[in-house]
């Protein structure tokens, strides 16, 4: 990330998930979107840390507040829109592109992230696996397998924690009495590294030194990426209840967006014009998502059978064909 | 054509595979120097390499996840669970993520790979190393769920499983690994999952089973021969997927039908094939259908287990009272 154009395009994807997040906020409100878990405050953390991996040969296994690397990885907007309209066609990842299905259960996908790592090694493809969690999958025991396992096979893989300071309602403070999170690693045997998660350029150094650590075929690294969830946990949360307000001005203050933007404009205050017409673009763009989306077939009942097996049993074979005589 | 044990014919299976294919990995707690706790894998690394043969860490999740995340990568992992007690420590990899990612990613990542573990009781094993929790997992909808009974089903299973483009829980009888000996083909072969097997031919009643519980459903069928009661024996060899239209035959010939299964009664599988049978064949029934299984406690300390598992007797008198019924 050395040039303004990258800079600018980096922006550009943290200004559409922030964007986004206001979207879906407000379709979820008059019923058009299910829960999902909005970006806000985290941009940089996220985008600076996709922005190390080579989509044309490393791979992502999400969690699912990461909603800007999916993108910069190939994964289509309106596939994350479908499937938090509850289709699960949006579930569908096209071919090509390198991630794991969005992971609702927490930790679960870093133990699943080591075994991708090391058969994509055992295969000599050179790839890198970057697997994203939060600061509450740390206290999960799928975490400390996870690490164990990977320093031991020496798995190229990236583990990108975003300890945003919230598992929804439960601080920081109350998930471990370490100091850092990012200390546990040596325990395992590998390199833990904290980041300032607000700031887009060291969270992608971080992430670029920690992948090329991992192509080198040194093996894991921990970055504990330190930024704020400025927003809700999900839509369904009222961080009222727990948060101070004073700390919500402290972590606006210092988001990752204007950052940038205040970077990019002293660099070059013709930069101005070109940010100032990605709102319009990005506009534009989450409309022809959202159309996108709601074209195609829409759900139907065979959905519910469809790709439980590469090939249905019997049993469930008779299930489908019932439900579609009407006869279930 | 050799005789084997079953723990013998499940090795046979591991070393076509891992000779067969570059993507076979087998792994799992002590599958290398020791060859496992009950030589399932002895001299696999010896002959293929600690990168295809590997000693994992002690964490049944991560065995189960990095499995996961091996076969997304394009290799074929069969991971060893030492025995399936210990599988709930890695219970939501198994019913929550690998049995439903190909469901959650529309068929992107499928995730082929096979699970073994010993299981079952009557070995006096120490505490929770015996329950049969096969249940649990042929309600995971997306996982396919094996039970040989043979060392040539086990082999032929066993291969089956391997090549299957699903996740497979293969579950091998502790009691039957040495126990069982049979002829086994020394060429590779595969046995077809949803395919029952009859493991005697009879006419009066028929015993359903699958896995230990078969020898324990043949050595009842002795005892009921002895008595001129001609009892059918059905080995399932699998219950995910289930051959519905096999067994709604068998039991519709006999009009009498025992399950037999070690886990306990409430909830266990044989719950599934009385309801089954219920459906599909009840207007042919003489008798209602009898269920033997161990009670609804905890599998216990090895000094009392010959009292908690189904008993030869048990299955005996489960067959008359359906004959008794007018």
Same mark, same amino acid.
């Given at each position: ?22 979207? @879906? ?26 922005? =190390? ?24 907007? !309106? ?6 309209? @509850? ?19 927490? !930790? ?25 969690? @939060? ?11 996870? /690490? ?29 009495? @370490? ?85 990019? /404009? ?10 100032? =017409? ?35 049993? !019997? ?14 | 054509m050799a005789e084997m044990t079953m723990?013998q014919a499940?090795? +046979? ?58 076969? #997304? ?25 690998? +049995?439903? &990612? ?6 992107? $990542?499928? %995730?082929?790979? %096979? ?7 009557? #070995? ?22 094996? &039970?040989p009974a043979t060392a040539y089903d086990a082999k ?14 293969? $579950?091998?009888?502790?009691?039957g690994?040495?126990?069982v000996k049979d002829d086994v083909p ?8 949803? +395919?029952?097997?009859?493991a ?13 519980? %078969?020898q ?40 009498? $039908?025992? #399950?037999?299964?070690? +886990? ?39 000094? #009392? ?22």
């Amino acid at each position: 990330m050395v040039s303004d154009e990258d800079v600018l395009a980096a922006l550009r994807l943290m200004k559409l998930s922030r964007a986004f997040d206001s979207k @879906g906020a407000s379709l979820q409100r008059q019923g058009k979107f299910g829960t999902f878990s909005q970006v806000g405050g985290q941009e940089a953390s996220v985008v600076g840390s996709a922005w =190390a991996l080579d989509p044309a040969r490393d791979w992502i296994v999400p969690q699912y507040r990461e909603l800007p690397a999916l993108l910069r990885h190939g994964y289509p907007l !309106a596939h994350f829109i479908r499937y938090f309209q @509850g289709n699960p066609a949006g579930g569908a990842i096209p071919d090509g592109v390198r991630m794991m299905p969005i992971q609702i259960s927490i !930790a679960a996908q870093l133990p699943q992230a080591v075994g991708l790592a090391w058969g994509l090694r055992l295969q000599r493809q050179d790839a890198v696996v970057l697997v994203y969690f @939060g600061d509450g999958a740390s206290s999960e025991g799928d975490f400390h397998e996870a /690490c164990n396992l990977a320093g031991l096979v020496r798995a190229p893989v990236v583990f990108f924690l975003q300890n945003n300071g919230w598992a929804i309602s439960t601080p920081r403070r109350k998930q471990s009495a @370490g100091a850092t999170l990012a200390e546990r690693a040596s325990a395992y045997g590998f390199p833990g590294e904290q980041v300032n998660g607000n700031d887009l350029f060291a969270v992608y150094a971080a992430t670029a030194k920690a992948v090329a650590r991992a192509r080198a075929g040194e093996g894991p690294t921990l970055i504990e990426s330190l930024t704020h969830r400025v927003g809700p946990h999900n839509t369904a949360d009222d961080p009222t209840r727990y948060v101070d307000p004073a700390d919500v001005e402290r972590w606006r203050a210092a988001d990752p967006i204007a950052r940038v933007e205040r970077y990019l /404009c002293e660099r070059d205050p013709a930069h101005r014009a070109r940010i100032d =017409a990605f709102e319009p673009e990005i506009a534009d763009e989450i409309e022809r998502a959202l159309v996108d989306a709601s074209s195609g077939a829409g759900v139907h009942a065979g959905q519910v059978y469809e790709h439980v097996y590469a090939d249905p049993p !019997a049993r469930l074979r008779r299930q489908r064909d019932a439900h579609a005589r009407g006869d279930r | 054509m050799a005789e084997m044990t079953m723990v013998q014919a499940i090795r +046979a299976a591991l070393d076509e595979a891992l000779a067969d294919d570059p993507r076979v990995m087998v792994f799992g707690e002590d599958v290398g120097a020791l060859g496992g706790v009950f030589r399932a894998t002895d001299g696999l690394l010896a002959k293929y390499g600690e990168s295809r043969v590997v000693d994992m860490p002690l964490a049944e999740a991560s065995i189960v996840g990095a499995a996961l995340g091996l076969a #997304v990568s394009g290799m074929r992992p069969v991971a060893e669970i030492q025995f399936l007690g210990f599988a709930h420590q890695a219970f939501h990899q198994v019913g929550q993520q690998v +049995a439903r &990612m190909r469901f959650r990613s529309q068929g992107r $990542c499928a %995730v082929p790979l %096979v699970l073994r573990a010993a299981f079952g009781g009557g #070995v006096r094993t120490p505490e929770l190393h015996s329950d049969a929790f096969e249940a649990f997992y042929a309600h995971s909808p997306g996982l396919k769920v094996v &039970m040989p009974a043979t060392a040539y089903d086990a082999k032929g299973l066993l291969a089956a499983a391997i090549d299957d483009p699903d996740p497979v829980l293969f $579950c091998e009888p502790l009691r039957g690994y040495r126990l069982v000996k049979d002829d086994v083909p020394d060429e590779p072969y595969r046995v077809p999952f949803g +395919a029952l097997r009859v493991a005697r031919d009879g006419s009066d009643v028929t015993l359903v089973a699958w896995s230990a519980a %078969v020898q324990l459903a043949e050595r009842a069928a002795d005892a009921l021969a002895a008595d001129g009661i001609s009892a059918e024996v059905i080995d399932l060899r699998t219950l995910v997927p289930l051959d519905v239209d096999g067994l709604s035959r068998a039991v519709a010939r006999t009009g009498r $039908c025992v #399950v037999v299964h070690e +886990a306990p009664l409430t909830g266990g599988f044989g719950a599934e094939i009385v309801a089954t049978l219920v459906e599909s064949v009840f207007y042919d029934l003489h008798a209602p259908i009898q269920r033997v299984a161990s009670p609804d406690a905890p599998y216990p300390l090895a000094g #009392v287990e010959e009292f908690y598992l189904p008993s030869v007797d048990d299955v005996v008198r489960a067959a008359r009272r359906t004959l008794a019924a007018a």
